[in-house]
């Protein structure tokens, strides 16, 4: 959620920042503005709407200074509007702030500020913390914001820059991400890599209530009490072609064309003589004599990927465990204690809700193992153990490499599991093994045959709602398939368990409505076929996802099957998604819509 950029240094301000802050459109946003230091004045120009409408306003504008910062704005505190949107500016106009987070107690603050003849001008939280910083502002910045920090509660990512401080701009991070760019003569801060990738490559990830004062030619980190810490460089090793589109039309297209490649870079490191080798996560069997309940905690898709855990786990490793909806998680004082293994999953690795039940899990024994996508998130950072997913950069907002990358993350622990505790067969071991090396070749071959999901989408992108029915793993896979259709083409969609059918959700099929059935689970093949019919005698038209050597069969029921390679049931999840990936994205397509940055909606949620 929101996008902060911040620059010193030689090259033209406000072309540099909006360059950085088009990197950010991905984290969602509905308003957008800059503050340059230039002509010895604090020039800010902001507004609502996207990246183009500011590059209109600006355009006359002499905003050619060598310091500011920049702002993509998703609203939380008072609605989208110019006055609302960020950077904001001090009573006096000295000292302008951008802000990622909520401040939880602004309103007190504002209170006291008002008391102090302070005046408010938007409806923000945010500019309590500009007239903050003036507050406490004695001529030394870093000092200003410190004290300004610790007088916060909430989350924050702050950059903040001073008309009496025109060699050195401040910047300070709490649970909302923050990171630091080490250039040669200049020195940037981005709430995200793509953001700075195009000028360096060096950075320092910010720790919770560490403040970083930036110049041309140097950069100081301090404590929350004002003492310099000692960072170490993190080298950015991906190719800056990752995070952009190489000739596709969308980021969505290309990270689903990307699933074969990054599903070999996540399980191909981890399978060594036909074992499953989880890099330095050091699950013993002793450990797991310990283990008597496994949680699997996470928010959106990656908690979809957590309910086909769930499933793989319990039927390999034969330990219970129960999925939560991070946000949920530690509001309902969950008994963990030291006998639970917790199972974090997030792509971001910054997702606020999770990272509380991460903390929440630690406060209470459990040890926490993190499924992550990006190295030195704070999430993986705070938790025992971390397996990287390896997806590269994902910047369309709906998830789609970083999903099939969970599961194939998910699978993995769900074999070294199940080996370490005997409670799998070697065969079933080598099978399962050899079937999850297979998947980029099947995928492959289902996005060489997408054109036959892309001609149903253009058929039916009018519908007004679309219902995805499954049983077992294939009932998670359509959690997922409806989310995705959800998110990106403003369909009104469900997902519903086969069997619950005729306990009430029959009622809202009539003639035409669109049923998706992904049923890729042989031992169930003959349940889904009765649910088929049940829908179809009530007028529904039916899309089916089977392997190939189901094909005759389904064809006899649905109205069109989309066939997938043939794969053993226990690994089609993660290659039967991708159809259901683009049959979301050709009808969002076909209705217009903003495919990559789906309205309301932010790729890193860093606020509850």
């Known amino acids: 959620m929101c996008g902060i950029v911040g620059y010193i240094g030689k090259k033209r301000t406000s072309k540099l920042l909006l360059n950085c802050l088009r990197k950010l459109e991905y984290?969602?946003?509905?308003?957008?503005?800059?503050?340059?230091f230039a002509g010895g004045e604090l020039k800010v120009v902001k507004c609502k709407g996207r990246l183009a409408s500011l590059e209109e306003k600006l355009c006359g504008e002499s905003l050619d200074g060598t310091m500011g910062i920049g702002h993509t704005r998703w609203a939380t505190h008072g609605e989208p509007s110019d006055v609302n949107s960020h950077p904001h500016l001090s009573r006096s106009g000295n000292i302008a702030v951008v802000h990622n987070g909520i401040i939880e107690n602004y309103m007190k603050l504002k209170e006291f500020l008002l008391q102090r003849g302070y005046e408010?001008?938007?409806?923000?939280?945010?500019?309590?913390?500009?007239?903050?910083?003036?507050?406490?502002?004695?001529?030394?910045?870093v000092q200003a914001v410190t004290a300004t920090i610790n007088e916060l509660e909430g989350s924050y990512a702050l950059g903040v820059i001073c008309k009496n401080n025109p060699e050195e701009f401040v910047a300070a991070r709490k649970d909302s991400p923050l990171i630091v760019g080490l250039g040669e003569g200049e020195n940037f801060i981005a709430s995200d890599i793509p953001a700075i990738l195009e000028y360096t490559r060096d950075i320092y990830i910010l720790e919770d209530k560490e403040v970083a004062a930036l110049r041309k030619d140097q950069v100081k980190v301090f404590d929350s009490h004002g003492i310099e810490v000692k960072k170490n460089i993190f080298h950015v090793s991906w190719d800056v072609t990752a995070a952009e589109k190489s000739g596709y039309e969308h980021f969505m297209l290309k990270e689903m064309h990307e699933e074969p490649k990054v599903l070999k870079d996540t399980i191909n490191p981890?399978?060594?003589?036909?074992?499953?080798?989880?890099?330095?996560?050091?699950?013993?069997t002793e450990d797991l004599k310990n283990i008597d309940k496994i949680f699997i905690v996470a928010c959106g898709t990656a908690c979809h990927a957590g309910v086909v855990g769930k499933y793989i786990i319990e039927r390999l490793a034969r330990i219970p465990v129960e999925v939560d909806?991070?946000?949920?998680?530690?509001?309902?004082?969950?008994?963990?204690?030291?006998?639970n293994l917790v199972i974090i999953i997030s792509q971001s690795g910054e997702t606020i809700d999770t990272l509380f039940a991460l903390r929440e899990s630690k406060k209470k024994g459990a040890r926490v193992l993190a499924v992550v996508n990006v190295v030195g998130s704070s999430i993986a950072r705070e938790a025992d153990d971390v397996l990287y997913t390896w997806a590269g950069p994902e910047i369309a907002v709906a998830s789609t490499k970083a999903y099939n990358t969970q599961l194939a993350a998910i699978y993995m622990i769900a074999l070294d599991l199940a080996y370490k505790k005997g409670s799998i067969?070697?065969?079933?071991?080598?099978?399962?093994?050899?079937?999850?090396?297979?998947?980029?070749?099947?995928?492959?071959?289902?996005?060489?045959?997408?054109?036959?999901?892309?001609?149903?989408?253009a058929q039916h992108y009018n519908a007004k709602s679309i219902f995805f029915i499954g049983r077992g793993l294939d009932y998670a896979l359509s959690m997922e398939g409806s989310l995705k259709l959800k998110e990106i083409s403003y369909i009104h969609s469900e997902a519903y368990a086969g069997g619950e059918l005729k306990h009430g959700t029959i009622a809202l099929i009539e003639k035409g409505t669109l049923v998706i059935c992904p049923m890729t689970q042989d031992y169930l093949m003959e349940k889904m076929l009765s649910n088929i019919k049940e829908v179809k005698a009530r007028g529904a038209v039916v899309l089916a996802i089977t392997q190939q050597?189901?094909?005759?069969?389904?064809?006899?029921?649905?109205?069109?099957?989309?066939?997938?390679?043939?794969?053993?049931?226990?690994?089609a999840p993660i290659v039967a998604v991708t159809p259901m990936q683009l049959f979301a994205y050709y009808v969002a397509v076909q209705k217009g819509c903003d495919v990559d940055k789906p309205r309301n909606l932010a790729k890193s949620v860093t606020v509850e």
């Open 325 to 339: 909806v991070a946000s949920e998680f530690r509001y309902r004082d969950p008994l963990i204690n030291d006998r």
């Open 425 to 457: 067969d070697i065969e079933t071991y080598k099978k399962t093994v050899e079937g999850l090396k297979d998947t980029p070749r099947a995928l492959e071959k289902v996005l060489s045959d997408k054109d036959a999901v892309q001609k149903f989408a």
């Open 270 to 284: 981890r399978i060594k003589d036909g074992l499953v080798e989880l890099d330095n996560i050091k699950i013993s």
């Open 549 to 571: 050597k189901n094909i005759e069969e389904v064809e006899k029921a649905a109205d069109v099957v989309i066939p997938i390679p043939d794969v053993d049931s226990l690994i």
């Open 27 to 36: 984290r969602g946003y509905d308003s957008a503005g800059i503050a340059v």
């Open 120 to 141: 408010f001008v938007s409806d923000t939280d945010t500019e309590v913390v500009a007239h903050l910083v003036e507050y406490h502002y004695k001529g030394d910045l």
